[in-house]
């Protein structure tokens, strides 16, 4: 696909995009002003980013080792609560573009984890102000801990069971929010892949060039 075409001739994205729509749109804020406000914030960029129907690109799709793990977690995510999403995102599994954030990264790591956008700066479908993606974690993996600034993070449990700074075990369905400057760790269960989609939330320049502080090396830039 080049820069012509428009999201309205990629049906296979604008359905995918739809999904994260009716998420944020119906979903339960759980009584949280601080998630409800969030909440509000990805589906007005998102409605805002649709109505234009914006350029679609082809990013090539390009997989990671951790993506080995990938059917399965599709496979658990099409039988679980959040089926819809599962099915939308295989009709645009081998367009996806698996990347590591960090500038350095763990041998171990980069054999575990890789995030994909499918709407942000960088496209494939393009947008400026919000990012919405995918990250998949094999079984048994830690991602350390870290932060964000001026960017407010949601993920959303696909497929997998995970936990964040050892708080509660997140299953399909659930919505965990991180606001600019939280600091969050990431550990997946031991038997499966984990499949979260995010959303992330901030000015544009921001989202152009994320800045994320790894608390253990403060150097280190990486997203999610
Ligand atoms: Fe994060």
């Known amino acids: 696909m080049g820069a012509s075409v428009r999201l309205t001739d990629a049906p296979d994205w604008l359905y995918l995009l739809r999904e994260f729509d009716a998420l944020y749109r119906y979903g339960s804020a759980g009584g949280s002003a601080a998630i409800r406000g969030h909440r509000k914030r990805v589906r007005d960029r998102l409605s805002a980013a649709m109505a234009k129907n914006p350029a679609v690109l082809s990013n090539g799709g390009e997989t990671k080792p951790v993506t080995a793990h990938f059917a399965r977690a599709l ?3 099409e039988r679980g609560a959040m089926q819809g999403m599962a099915r939308a995102l295989r009709e645009v599994r081998d367009s996806l573009t698996w990347e590591y954030g960090y500038e350095k990264l763990s041998k171990s790591l980069a054999q575990k984890y890789a995030y994909c956008e499918v709407l942000g700066p960088k496209g494939p479908v393009q947008c400026d102000n919000l990012i919405l993606g995918f990250v998949l974690f094999a079984p048994s ?3 350390p801990q870290h932060s964000h600034s001026d960017i407010e993070e949601s993920y959303i449990s696909i497929a997998g069971a995970w936990s964040e700074n050892n708080a ?3 299953a399909p369905g659930s919505l965990i929010l991180n606001r600019s400057g939280d600091e969050h760790r990431i ?6 892949p984990c499949l979260l989609a995010y959303a992330w939330c901030g000015p544009a320049a921001r989202l152009a060039a994320p800045d994320m502080k790894l608390t253990a090396t403060r150097k280190a830039r990486a997203r999610s």
Do not use: K
Not at 187 to 192: F, K, M, P
């Open 75 to 77: 496979d658990l995510g």
């Open 141 to 143: 993996t830690t991602y």
């Open 168 to 170: 509660a075990v997140f």
């Open 187 to 192: 550990t997946t269960g031991d038997r499966d």
